[in-house]
């Protein structure tokens, strides 16, 4: 069993910055899959990024070119880097990791404000 914790989420400008980490309770190297989602208020819970073991990385296209997702396998942790940031990118932000079974965080909440 894997425990995440999100972290990093917060109240900033539009226009701003922020990175948001996900960190595991134990080793990361075996989860091929591992993503951000998003849900904000009345809305589904949404795919923002995600990577693989491989490195190979995905975004939705409202934060292509704007996000940066990324895995530290020897901190056991996840990144989430965002910059210019609207106010549609406000929600809680789950981080997910998957291999046979799948594995949620808590949340994070981010509020773009402007």
């Known amino acids: 069993q894997v425990q995440l914790v999100e972290s990093g989420g917060g109240l900033v400008q539009a226009g701003g910055s922020l990175r948001l980490s996900c960190a595991a309770s134990g080793s990361i190297f075996s989860f091929n899959f591992m993503g951000w989602y998003r849900q904000a208020p009345g809305k589904q819970r949404e795919l923002v990024a995600s990577?693989?073991?491989?490195?190979?990385?995905t975004y939705a296209d409202s934060v292509k070119g704007r996000s940066t997702i990324s895995r530290d396998n020897a901190k056991k942790t996840m990144y989430l880097q965002m910059n210019s940031l609207k106010l549609e990118d406000t929600a809680v932000y789950y981080c997910?990791?998957?291999?046979?079974?799948?594995?949620w965080g808590q949340g994070t909440q981010v509020t773009v404000s402007s």
């Open positions: 997910n990791f998957r291999d046979s079974a799948s594995y």
């Open positions: 990577i693989t073991r491989g490195g190979i990385t």
